[in-house]
């Protein structure tokens, strides 16, 4: 069974840069979250998609976040003009609709640690 | 709203050591689930554990067992005779599927640290 990958797994920027980073789910499931997780905290829902449709976004997502997931496959995370408040650890995860035990277990990716100078 | 408290920060153990993570949560929602996440020094996020509200049966996995008490609302999380290989951090989260929400709310984590 292949995991959630994320890439990059580490991305150094400048303020002020844009960022993308792209997260494949588990090939069998159809709902696909973002979250962040700064040091110390545990992780902040950002967004979610049910196939390509994102169906729910958290106040934290600013007008310098997007995310699209194309074809309901994999998903990428756009940050633009980044600030230092976006350094960050950005964990993707997915999850299966289908009825069954593991229901909306979500399972997580190794994640994206952002570090905005 | 929803909120999950994990009033232990940090906890040293000694190995073969029994250990108590408690985890408190609020929520209006009838139906939902709680969850026990690891998070090791590699940083990946590994599930444990799902419970249904309504299901308050306690469950044990190895040296793993969870105490589920809708009464208080806590989900404790009990480590048998711990391991080096427990040091992480835990987290636990709670969804509310009755609202048809699908993000998780985390607690702010315990450290554990087990010494050997």
């Known amino acids: 069974d292949t995991g959630v990958s994320q890439d990059p797994r580490h991305k150094i920027t400048k303020r002020g840069q844009n960022v993308t980073f792209r997260c494949d789910p588990i090939s069998e499931h159809n709902r696909l979250y973002w979250y962040r997780q700064t040091l110390g905290q545990g992780p902040e829902f950002l967004t979610y998609f049910q196939n390509e449709a994102q169906l729910e976004k958290s106040r934290l997502l600013s007008d310098r976040f997007s995310a699209e997931r194309p074809k309901g496959s994999f998903s990428t995370l756009e940050i633009q003009r980044t600030e230092q408040g976006d350094s960050a650890m950005y964990l993707c995860?997915?999850?299966?609709?289908?009825?069954?035990?593991?229901?909306?277990?979500?399972?997580f990716g190794p994640g994206t640690r952002l570090t905005v100078l | 709203a929803q909120k999950v408290t994990q009033a232990q920060t940090e906890i040293s153990v000694v190995e073969k050591e029994d250990v108590t993570l408690d985890c408190v949560y609020e929520?209006?929602?009838?139906?939902?689930?709680l969850f026990w996440y690891k998070q090791p020094p590699s940083g990946e996020l590994v599930f444990l554990i799902r419970?249904?509200?309504?299901?308050?049966q306690n469950e044990i996995s190895g040296r793993y067992s969870w105490n589920f008490q809708k009464s208080t609302s806590s989900f404790n999380f009990t480590i048998t005779a711990s391991q080096v290989v427990d040091s992480a951090v835990y987290f636990c989260a709670l969804s509310e599927a009755g609202t048809g929400r699908r993000a998780l709310t985390f607690g702010s984590g315990t450290r554990l640290q087990v010494q050997p």
């Open positions: 995860a997915s999850s299966s609709s289908l009825a069954g035990i593991r229901t909306d277990t979500q399972y």
């Open positions: 419970r249904n509200s309504f299901d308050e």
């Open positions: 929520t209006r929602d009838t139906t939902y689930y």
